[in-house]
């Protein structure tokens, strides 16, 4: 009835996720796997743009999914009924998007699908946030589920081509801190939206998405680059 409800609860999920971080990041030395000095700086620069990848991306599709009903409510002027039934769609997009994209990943490969999932969600949040009928956030909406649904799975089969194929120690240790940032972006960052949705309005979410969407892109961009590196040794 305060209207901190929600807070709360993402604070407490917030707060736990971070300390679970930083035991991680006390006890990594002993099961970091040992890599050369000269590579080290390009391991850890790949390690945290992983990090940064995977907090974003998750944070993006729980953000949509979780205030997307507010956004076409209050901010686009659908029916309750109508933005219930779209918010429905989203996550039906989203089980869509991993029945299907990954069979095409296995065929077209999982890096190009990759690559372009990544920019349909900047492209999905990009339609959301154009001012214009209440049908075209609705359109974003779902172009962002599908494009999302396979980003994580895919990032995560393909950690081991930017931190060294053949070294399953490593691929692991990275996974182990890929998923943990995960749920710490799942967290985070739906919480953060939520802030900015009850500082100005529900519209905001668009340009938030879109912000998180064009920032995980960057970041892929910079993996992309950072991988073509000579990290394979073991």
Same mark, same amino acid.
């Given at each position: 009835?305060?209207?901190?409800?929600?807070?709360?609860?993402?604070?407490?999920?917030?707060?736990?996720?971070?300390?679970?971080?930083?035991?991680?990041?006390?006890?990594?030395?002993?099961?970091?796997?040992?890599?050369?000095?000269?590579?080290?700086?390009?391991?850890?620069?790949?390690?945290?743009?992983?990090?940064?990848?995977?907090?974003?991306?998750?944070?993006?599709?729980?953000?949509?999914?979780?205030?997307?009903?507010?956004?076409?409510?209050?901010?686009?002027?659908?029916?309750?009924?109508?933005?219930?039934?779209? %918010? *429905?769609?989203?996550?039906?997009?989203?089980? +869509? #998007? !991993? @029945? /299907?994209?990954?069979?095409?990943?296995?065929? &077209?490969?999982?890096?190009?699908?990759?690559?372009?999932?990544?920019?349909?969600?900047?492209?999905?949040?990009?339609?959301?946030?154009?001012?214009?009928?209440?049908?075209?956030?609705?359109?974003?909406?779902?172009?962002?589920?599908?494009?999302?649904?396979?980003?994580?799975?895919?990032?995560?089969?393909?950690?081991?081509?930017?931190?060294?194929?053949?070294?399953?120690?490593?691929?692991?240790?990275? %996974? *182990?801190?890929?998923?943990?940032?995960?749920? +710490? #972006? !799942? @967290? /985070?960052?739906?919480?953060?939206?939520?802030? &900015?949705?009850?500082?100005?309005?529900?519209?905001?979410?668009?340009?938030?998405?879109?912000?998180?969407?064009?920032?995980?892109?960057?970041?892929?961009?910079?993996?992309?680059?950072?991988?073509?590196?000579?990290?394979?040794?073991?």
């Amino acid at each position: 009835s305060n209207g901190l409800g929600w807070r709360w609860t993402y604070g407490t999920m917030a707060m736990a996720l971070v300390g679970l971080g930083l035991v991680f990041s006390l006890v990594q030395g002993s099961w970091e796997p040992p890599v050369e000095t000269a590579r080290r700086k390009s391991l850890v620069a790949v390690a945290l743009g992983g990090l940064t990848f995977a907090a974003v991306e998750t944070g993006v599709e729980s953000g949509a999914g979780i205030w997307g009903y507010v956004f076409l409510t209050s901010g686009r002027g659908l029916s309750h009924g109508t933005a219930g039934v779209a %918010v *429905s769609a989203y996550w039906a997009m989203m089980f +869509l #998007g !991993r @029945a /299907v994209l990954g069979p095409v990943a296995e065929w &077209a490969g999982a890096t190009r699908v990759l690559a372009g999932a990544v920019a349909g969600v900047t492209v999905g949040a990009g339609i959301m946030a154009v001012p214009g009928p209440a049908f075209l956030a609705v359109i974003g909406m779902m172009t962002v589920g599908l494009a999302a649904a396979p980003v994580f799975p895919l990032f995560t089969l393909t950690t081991a081509q930017r931190v060294g194929v053949g070294n399953v120690a490593r691929t692991t240790w990275t %996974v *182990s801190l890929q998923v943990t940032a995960s749920a +710490l #972006g !799942r @967290a /985070v960052v739906p919480a953060g939206i939520g802030l &900015a949705i009850g500082a100005f309005n529900a519209k905001v979410l668009a340009p938030s998405l879109l912000v998180l969407g064009l920032a995980m892109g960057g970041v892929y961009v910079l993996l992309s680059r950072l991988s073509k590196r000579p990290l394979n040794s073991t």
